[in-house]
């Protein structure tokens, strides 16, 4: 596993950043698919352990453990901005909980798990985008962290054509095509919100 496999999987540590402070600012996490949150945070959680426990370098895990303490911010968060006090205790119990169960899982058993991830990254992402569909809305998803991504997911399908590392390629073309989605969808549907505001004026 390298820093180029664990990328595949569509997780980069500068997702958190915008987003948090979106949050924060707006005092609110109303359109945000946080089951999404909770599925990615179960990943990075689980591609986290293998690496360390593989005795990979940190450079192969260190983007990924800074990743998934963003996504556990973001969920929290939005989870504490929704007044959801009794769902945010059961947040950090159940990340306690995971955190130790991988500290203690043998590496064959996170092994086994990790044949589940290609399935969960396209459930997690299919419903984020018919939830921005039903709501005709990308809630409080951050503008910044969606053309971060996708610029990184053009840059890395480039990086693995050049290098011939083809293995790598239908994740990350699968990531890019689902993060095409969100960033159309954002455009659209902020397009719809400003033509309303217009109207009013």
Known sequence: VSTQSTGSSGINAEYG??????????????GLNLQMFTMLDFITSLISAFCIKSGLDYSNWLELLITNIQVFIIHALARYYLNQPDKLTALIICKSLLVAGLAFVPLDYIKLAMNCLLPM???NKTTMAYKHYKDKSTGQLAGATLFMQFVQFSGRIFTVVMTGATEFLP????NWSYQSVFVL??????????EEEKKKE
């Open 171 to 174: 994740p990350m073309l699968l």
């Open 121 to 123: 990254m396209i459930y």
């Open 185 to 194: 969808q954002y455009l659209w549907y902020n397009r719809e919100k400003k």
């Open 17 to 30: 950043v915008p987003q948090v402070l979106k949050i924060w600012r707006s005092k609110s996490g109303v």
